[in-house]
T-cell receptor, first 114, second 110 residues
Framework: DAGVTQSPTHLIKTRGQQVTLRCSPI?????VSWYQQVLGQGPQFIFQ???????GRGNFPDRFSARQFPNYSSELNVNALLLGDSALYLC?????????????FGSGTQLSVL | GNSVTQMEGPVTLSEEAFLTINCTYT??????LFWYVQYPGEGLQLLLK?????DKGSNKGFEATYRKETTSFHLEKGSVQVSDSAVYFC?????????FGRGTQLTVWP
């Protein structure tokens, strides 16, 4: 079975632009989470979705939004990009929200904001 | 609140040396604890976990014991290999999300 897949792998944007990152979970997984990993730091929780509903949100501004589709894939949108949004964005999937002991991560999308 | 503190890196060792990476946590209740590893250019991989006090997680020669009295979950390996070179993250789980430490870069020389 394929693991968690994310696209694109790398992205370069300029300040003020908008970006959409995509994630396909492992087949059968209904929960998707997003994390931001700034260089030299540990990942920080952004969102969690389960069955197309938001189940958790981290301490990020409203410029960050996400959604989950009927096939359980997910998109993360970031508007009005700032230099500080440059980071590795990780998607993770699990069977259910509470099954965090079996959380699988994708390889991430490296976003550079110039 | 929930937080994880990891020892500062980088850590540089010779092959077959003993490894310890310290991790302490602050949390409400008794969270599950994890060690994740990140190889260059890759995402996070679960290395080991422990779900309650005194549990010992182990995998690939790595071990960590959940110590409630010291709120710690230190990672150890008796004999590191060059292939263990990576960044290691300690994390705790609460309400469906993970809280990570800053990560510790490990480099092992032959």
């Amino acid at each position: 079975d394929a693991g968690v897949t994310q696209s694109p792998t790398h992205l370069i944007k300029t300040r003020g632009q908008q970006v959409t990152l995509r994630c396909s979970p492992i087949s059968g997984h209904k929960s998707v989470s997003w994390y931001q990993q700034v260089l030299g730091q540990g990942p920080q929780f952004i969102f969690q979705y389960y069955e197309k509903e938001e189940r958790g949100r981290g301490n990020f501004p409203d410029r960050f939004s996400a959604r989950q589709f009927p096939n359980y894939s997910s998109e993360l949108n970031v508007n009005a990009l700032l230099l500080g949004d440059s980071a590795l964005y990780l998607c993770a999937s699990s069977l259910r929200t509470e099954v965090i002991e079996k959380l699988f991560f994708g390889s991430g999308t490296q976003l550079s904001v110039l | 609140g929930n937080s994880v503190t990891q020892m500062e890196g980088p850590v540089t060792l010779s092959e077959e040396a003993f490894l310890t990476i310290n991790c302490t946590y602050t949390a409400t209740g008794y969270p599950s604890l994890f060690w994740y590893v990140q190889y260059p250019g890759e995402g996070l991989q679960l290395l080991l976990k422990a779900t309650k006090a005194d549990d010992k997680g182990s995998n690939k020669g790595f071990e960590a014991t959940y110590r409630k009295e010291t709120t710690s979950f230190h990672l150890e390996k008796g004999s590191v290999q060059v292939s263990d070179s990576a960044v290691y993250f300690c994390a705790l789980a609460s309400l469906g999300r993970l809280y990570f430490g800053r990560g510790t870069q490990l480099t092992v020389w032959p």
